[in-house]
């Protein structure tokens, strides 16, 4: 069975930057074990499937190299432009709309098309859930194994945000401080909020690299290797949820950018556009552009 598939820079303008998807857009047929299959063959971070794939809606699943997993904003951008590019999905006047579901999840996904350019979003509405039991500032540097100057303490701070998966925001004062820092789970372990759950811990900053960007992001955990740089859009809901409380924004619609990743590894530059109404579920886009790396097919095992 020969499946075409596509390889797609996500999050970027310039090829071999951003994040590496490759997506099969005509995976009807296929088993998990032959998913897993082509998915290790890849060997790229994640693969997305794609069956049912219609200009209305398509289903998508995504697999890493270990296993399945949920689906986030790269992997979904990364689908909707191989759609585009295969003529999938039908614009009309530049725009054009789309969804996708895994399980029981369901994405909107919009699609504006500039020249050559196709910029890709996609919409979510999150309850955030905050929590300000966190670490103090003494745990906190050795858990990220910091010094005292390190972590921001006056014009922001420390807290547990929880849309749909929890995530620990810590803000640091510099990129410098982002990349010298360490996950070290003894001393989660050790510390007064051991207890709580948490899958990932994001630090951030101000200063970036692109001027474009307002915010620096770098995820770090027990499943993430200290020399890894992971994407960070599954992590943004929870970090535009942590930045209406701490900066305390006022209702309506507000835009951001965020940057992931050194321009010398592959980095990557979200656009970010939410809207806040009071108590009312935050609804947000989070998309960028995409570039079309490579394409061909491959020999289902």
Known sequence: MQCPYYIVDVFTRRPFNGAQISV???????????MQRLARETNHSETVFVSGSSAQRSTLRVFSPKGEKGIGSHTTVAAAYALACGGVLKFDSDECTTHFEQAEQGLEVFLHREGEQIQTQLSRS??????????????????????DRDIEQFKSQTLLVNCESPHLIVPLRSMEAVYRARYNAEAWAQSSSSSVPVNDILVYCRETEDPQADFHLRLLGSDISRHDDPPVGAAVPAFVAY???VQKLPDGKHTLWVERGLSTQ?????????????SAPLYLRVGGDAVLVGQGSMLAP
């Open 24 to 34: 099969f857009p005509q995976s009807d047929g296929l088993s998990d074990e032959q």
């Open 126 to 147: 999150v309850q955030p859930q905050i929590d300000r039991y966190v670490p103090d500032h003494n745990e906190l540097q050795r858990i990220l194994g910091l010094g």
């Open 243 to 245: 930045l209406c409380e």
């Open 266 to 278: 592959r980095q990557s530059l979200l656009k970010v556009e939410f809207v806040r109404k009071g």
